[in-house]
């Protein structure tokens, strides 16, 4: 009788053991991944590819949720803020595995190592030291003494000092403590970022640079890395040890990731079953809108990204603040989003889109002339009217006199943007003369720095923005604050026309960094915004981008603002139909 | 005294009129003459720019309906025979036959410029490198595979990024002259600069391995032996002998100096737009083959017409220089 | 002979030097640093020396020249500053086996389709066949390879689904030797568009030059005794005259081969082909110095090889030419 039970069980452990060999395909996603991912480094991190691949290894201190990008938690299970947002403590879980993917045959090995607070404080440590060179460390230098250390010279003998004093230190095994120079709500936001997660030290001192390729890497996140055959795939194999599967409900097993840059090829091979996710061709657009079977699969969302057209503020004849507010006035960004990307782009009365803290995106008190009739905006007619006489009166009427350059980096969605707005200025302004020219991106770049002799630069230029974390301080401040921020539009106090206006939007954005009450700062940042695109009118906002995407109908999948690929759904079966037939 | 009629005067016909003269008995060659003197005329009346610009008059389009840039969103990619527009639009609503003809002048002189320095300087080059004492031939073969090995894209960059710079800080005197020049051409300076750099040495390598194997020919070794002069061997045994394949390979290469422009705006280094050139039309509008072909197809058609008909010119050409045969 | 060969070869030393040098000044001489950005970001100064130091950019270029040459000669073309982590030695053992097979297969292709195709047309000279061949090749110079490519692709394997739509059938892991890949199934049937694409254009350059001149061949003195003896048609003309005509189709040849072999931009773009043809531009753009060098010096090494090999085989085509 025992022995019968015991055989019994044996059976069933088997049955159990073998089930997945036995019955089941594995269940793989094919993605393009559009271009080789730079780097899989968090330290070294700075394109949305890299940290796509990255978030599915390593885990972060929050996660942003899907909905509204507030901070949820992730590596960390609480955290306590203090007074006035300069302290940070994070509890983290106890439950998460380093593990280590075998390259050749795909098999994840836990070791015997839990992610600590200590490896999320060598983390950050190596992002902000000067020997790491990292590019995206900026967004840590709120940290206490980070800066310090970040800029120290890495052979003076205080070096070690600098690093000690850096405000991050782990408590215990479980608990990080971050300590900041000047307050920051938004730090929770912060703490999601690649920049600041868990790194091996182990693994990092034994392999160096080298220790990202499969067979090194050491990881801890949903999947992590079997295959990386540089510019042509990479395979990424579900982690099982990850503590959280039973909280989502994902089946993928393992992600098949391509690098084809070209959009019209990848979407051939979605066509052709290659792809489970695919992008549109923007010549393809109307064509995938208009097919009934395509259409179903297409997908247009908004992401947290602004194209906007920046004004060199000191330079005539765009010195006059009419002339800019004029030129703004007269695009047409309805049509331009329709006609010109198709991509259900949203025109933009201001720089921050609606998904970041603090936006005014849609406020009809703001440039109002952005926005359409049906947004509650002016419309496109009464904005040209009231652009022919800002411009009349600012002493160009109907253009005459007016020479403008503007000035764009090489690509071929940039060249029709700006080719669609020339002709639209000289539509509104037929006696202008407005010249385009292009630039290599590094050349340009060069030629933007505020450094720059100004008679080098464009009048005009072209630029966009995607957010690093969803807060204002992100955007207004660090972009265009003429004290702190990178202020390419080179904004000044000593302005003749909006001087005054340039510093008060200078003081509110320090403010608004300051202050902890959501509603507070909400109100202040809705200011600046307003200064900056309609007072000052530094800049004018095009449109807020979209992504498009094509997802095979075997494939239900999430929205994060980073692909977590342990949420998706792929029906295999039918997958393997569409593919054999 | 004769009687009758007089005696056929003997061969006094020039060399080249003598050509000109077969070349008009070769039926295809003169087509294509024809066809790319069309082209010359539409480059030059693509609009009223050469009439009326001396007299300061408004420049208005002539065999072009619309100016090249002439945007109108609500009527982008529609299709050829659409009222007003013969062969459709683009993805901004210009009118692609007034673009087509506008391409004509950059493309057009593209290949024209290119063409001539190229065959200038390569033959020049490859057949003094043929002819000369090996010594100095290996020398300057050296000097063009110096010039082929090195990578010229960094170079046209380069040059970009300066000359804008100088072209914006308002240049004076020569390089004030380049960057007015450059503007004129819509940016196509660059272009005309890289090919030029880039296609001599290959005409170069060509006439000289053509060089190398005439001068061992008997008749070289006879015109010596009677003691005619090294210019003269070149200019009447060795010249008339290998100008055919340089000629083909020259009108060959048309094509690719155009593509070639068509490679640079690829990568976005091409001509400044929105002046239009075949080879940016093609590269702006291929992923869109499939939706709107015309798009692409009708500056790929005027690029493949002007080939041929560069190639059966070429073909005459060859025929007509060709010493050997005369009277066939 | 012999010493012919190694006298160019010697010569080989101060050319490529001089390439070497011209492309590490004008290199470092465009505006805008290896990490002068991250995005639109501007590093912070101090990170920035950081990695100047960290890859002797602090240096003067002289010396950084002379540095890099002596790492090149102990085979180091040294670190890619754009991919940390990797070496330019990694990433030319792993993209220039791989443009080397298209290249390679697609110069074979042209050279099977070029040569006979010219052949016909000028045996055939202003006869229809002639001037569909002519027309034919012309067609296929000048449609462009952007043109060609997603127009293969959407026919046959979008439409006809006969073979995978891009990517390379082989990674290099794969090969033997590191060059050569297995011939498998699954490597042609991705090496079959891209092929054609880039083999097509040359085709018809090939078969262009070989028509015209063939048609001068035969006309010289020897052909027209070995037709006067009898000999007709083919015989004589592949016999013969081939051999001979081939002087212009070498010529071009020579430097064909070395940019096809490092890889078209276009093609392997386009194909999703994981080869070197890209790092012509990106090396470039990215201001990655010892990735454009590496990428200068293969493709140097290989054009002065070819221009070599292309005046040997003069002598063979045509014994009349002597090296001396």
């Known amino acids: 009788m025992k022995g019968a039970r015991i055989g019994l069980l044996i059976v069933a452990v088997m049955g159990l053991l073998l089930w997945p060999a036995l019955g089941q395909e594995k269940v793989v996603l094919h993605y393009n991944l559009g271009t080789e991912p730079p780097t899989a480094d968090p330290a070294l991190a700075e394109d949305t590819t890299s940290v796509n691949i990255i978030e599915q290894m390593f885990m972060g201190l929050t996660d942003l949720a899907e909905d509204d990008y507030s901070p949820i ?36 090995t836990k070791l015997d190592r839990l992610v600590t607070a200590y490896d999320v404080e060598y983390g950050v440590l190596r992002t902000l030291d000067p020997r790491s060179g990292s590019y ?76 990202i390729e499969p067979g090194n890497i050491v990881t801890n996140g949903p999947y992590c890395m079997k295959e990386w055959v540089h510019e042509d795939h990479m395979v990424m194999v579900k982690n099982p040890y990850w503590p959280d599967w039973d909280k989502v409900d994902g089946n993928i097993d393992e992600i098949y990731f391509t690098m084809v840059q070209e959009a019209s090829t990848a979407f051939a091979m979605y066509l052709n079953n290659e792809l489970d996710v695919g992008p549109v061709p923007l010549p393809e657009m109307d064509r995938v809108k208009a097919d009934p079977v395509l259409s179903k699969e297409l997908t247009i969302r908004p992401i947290p990204c602004t194209y906007y057209y920046g004004f060199i ?169 003429p004290e702190e921020g990178s202020n390419w539009v080179r904004m000044s106090f000593d302005d003749p026309y909006v001087g005054e206006a340039i510093r008060r939007f200078s003081e509110l954005t320090i403010q608004a960094q300051m202050t902890r009450d959501p509603a507070e700062r909400q109100a202040l940042y ?56 | 005294m004769f009687r009758g ?137 050296r000097f063009v595979d110096f010039l082929y090995g090195f990578p010229l894209l960094i170079f046209i960059i380069l040059l970009q990024a300066y000359f804008k710079a100088v072209s914006r800080a308002g240049a004076t005197g020569f390089m004030g002259l380049l960057t007015q020049l450059d503007r004129a051409m819509g940016g196509l300076f660059f272009v005309f600069l890289a090919l030029g750099m880039l296609n001599w040495i290959g005409m170069a390598r060509l006439a000289r391995g053509q060089t190398l194997s005439v001068k061992q020919k008997e008749y070289i070794e006879a015109a010596r032996a009677l003691g005619a002069s090294n210019l003269r061997i070149v200019f009447r045994h060795i010249l008339p002998n290998i100008i055919g394949p340089c000629i083909v390979a020259e009108t060959l290469a048309i094509p690719g100096y155009i593509l070639t422009e068509a490679f640079l705006s690829f990568i976005g280094l091409g001509v400044t737009p929105p002046t239009p050139s075949w080879g940016l039309m093609i590269s702006d509008t291929y992923q869109a083959i499939r939706v709107y072909p015309w798009e692409c197809l009708i500056p790929g058609a005027a690029l493949t017409l002007t080939t041929l008909a560069f190639n059966f010119l070429g073909d005459g050409l060859r025929d007509a220089l060709d010493p050997r045969l005369r009277g066939t | 002979m012999i010493k012919y060969i190694i006298r160019r070869i010697l010569w080989f030393i101060p050319v490529l030097l001089a390439i070497i040098t011209a492309t590490f000044l004008l290199a470092h001489s465009i505006p805008g640093g290896p990490f002068d950005f991250a995005g639109e970001k501007q590093l912070p100064e101090s ?66 389709i070029g040569i006979p195709m010219g052949t016909i047309a000028a045996v055939k000279q202003n006869t229809l066949v002639d001037y569909s061949a002519t027309f034919i090749a012309i067609l296929g110079v000048s449609i462009p390879n952007m043109v060609l490519g997603p127009l293969l692709i959407w026919v046959f394997s979008v439409h006809l689904g006969w073979f995978p739509a891009a990517r390379w059938g082989v990674d290099y892991t794969q090969l033997y030797l590191g060059i050569f890949p297995p011939m498998t199934h699954k490597f042609w049937a991705h090496a079959f568009l891209p092929m054609v694409t880039l083999g097509t254009a040359y085709s018809a350059s090939i078969a262009r030059l070989t028509r015209a001149s063939l048609l001068q061949v035969i006309r010289e003195d020897y052909m027209r ?27 071009v040849l020579g430097p064909m081969f070395a940019g096809i072999v490092t890889g078209s931009l276009i093609v392997e773009r386009i194909f999703g082909i994981p080869g070197m043809g890209r790092y012509f531009v990106d090396s470039i753009t990215n201001r990655d110095y010892p990735v454009i060098m590496g990428v200068t010096l293969v493709y140097s090494v290989l054009l002065v090889a070819g221009n070599l090999l292309v005046d040997l085989s003069y002598a063979w085509l045509d014994p009349r030419i002597r090296y001396d």
């Open chain 1, 526 to 581: 809705r200011e600046a915004e307003r200064l900056l695109v309609d007072e000052i009118a530094a800049i004018a906002p095009i449109y807020y981008y979209t992504e498009v995407v094509l997802t095979k109908p075997w494939l239900s999948r999430r929205w994060h603002e980073i692909n977590h690929y342990e949420t998706w759904v792929l029906d295999m079966e039918a997958k393997m139909a569409a593919r054999g037939g």
């Open chain 3, 47 to 112: 990170v920035r020396q950081n990695l100047m130091r960290k890859y002797r950019l602090d240096k003067p270029v002289y010396v950084q020249l002379g540095l890099w040459i002596w790492d090149v000669l102990r085979f180091d073309f040294g670190p890619s500053y754009y991919s940390r982590g990797q070496t330019v030695n990694d990433i030319l053992r792993r993209t220039f086996p791989i443009s080397a097979q298209l290249g390679v297969l697609s110069l074979i292709l042209a050279l099977l």
């Open chain 1, 313 to 481: 503020t000191t330079k005539p004849p765009v010195d006059d603040p009419r002339v800019r507010r004029a030129l703004s006035m007269a695009i047409d960004r309805v049509t331009l989003v329709e006609e010109v990307t198709k991509g259900g782009q949203i025109p933009a009365n201001t720089f921050a889109p609606e998904m970041i803290f603090g936006s005014a995106a849609g406020d009809t008190s703001i440039a109002p002339w952005a926005l359409p009739e049906e947004m509650g905006g002016w419309g496109y007619e009464r904005a040209v009217e009231e652009a022919r006489r800002l411009m009349a009166e600012a002493g160009y009427p109907d253009g005459e006199g007016l020479e403008l350059l503007l000035m764009h980096n090489v690509s071929e969605g940039h060249a029709r943007i700006a080719q669609a707005i020339q002709a639209m200025w000289l539509e509104v302004f037929p006696k202008a003369s407005i010249r385009i020219e292009t630039q290599e991106w590094k050349v340009y770049l060069t030629t933007l720095k505020p450094d720059t002799p100004i008679e080098n630069q464009p009048h005009i230029y072209r630029l966009g923005w995607c957010m690093d974390y969803p807060d204002q301080n992100n955007w207004v401040h660090e972009v265009f604050n």
């Open chain 1, 136 to 211: 995206y460390a900026a967004v840590l230098l709120i940290i206490e003494g980070a800066a310090e250390f970040n800029s120290a010279d890495p052979e003076a003998e205080n070096f070690l000092e600098l690093r000690d004093a850096v405000g991050v230190e782990a408590l215990d095994e479980w608990t990080i403590k971050f300590t900041l120079r000047a307050p920051a709500a938004y730090f929770l936001q912060i703490a999601s970022m690649w920049v600041a997660r868990p790194q091996p030290q182990w693994v990092i001192e034994e392999h160096g640079e080298q220790w």
């Open chain 2, 5 to 141: 009629k007089k005696p056929k005067k003997a061969r006094s016909r020039g060399p080249f009129r003598d050509a000109f003269h077969q070349l008009l008995k070769h039926r295809a060659a003169v087509v294509a003459g024809l066809y790319i003197l069309l082209m010359i005329i539409f480059a030059l009346f693509a609009d009223t720019s050469i009439i009326s610009l001396p007299f300061g008059k408004e420049v208005r389009p002539l065999i072009a309906l619309q100016h090249y840039a002439k945007t109108s969103f609500r009527n982008r990619d529609l299709p050829p025979g659409t009222p007003g527009y013969p062969l459709g639009t683009d993805y901004l609503g210009r009118d692609i036959w007034s673009r087509t003809v506008y391409g004509t002048r950059v493309s057009l002189s593209v290949a024209f410029v290119a063409a001539t320095v190229s065959l200038l300087i390569g033959l020049t080059y490859g057949v003094i490198s043929g002819f000369a004492r090996p010594a100095i031939d290996n020398i300057m073969m």
């Open chain 3, 225 to 251: 005794t070995a037709m006067a003896k009898g000999l007709h048609g083919f015989r004589v003309i592949v016999v013969h005259g081939l051999r001979n005509s081939l002087i212009p189709v070498a010529t």
């Open chain 1, 73 to 108: 938690p992730e590596l960390a299970t609480s955290w306590e803020v203090n007074e006035d947002a300069t302290e940070f403590i994070f509890h983290l879980r106890n439950d998460v595995h380093w593990v280590h993917c075998d390259p050749a045959t795909g098999e994840v």
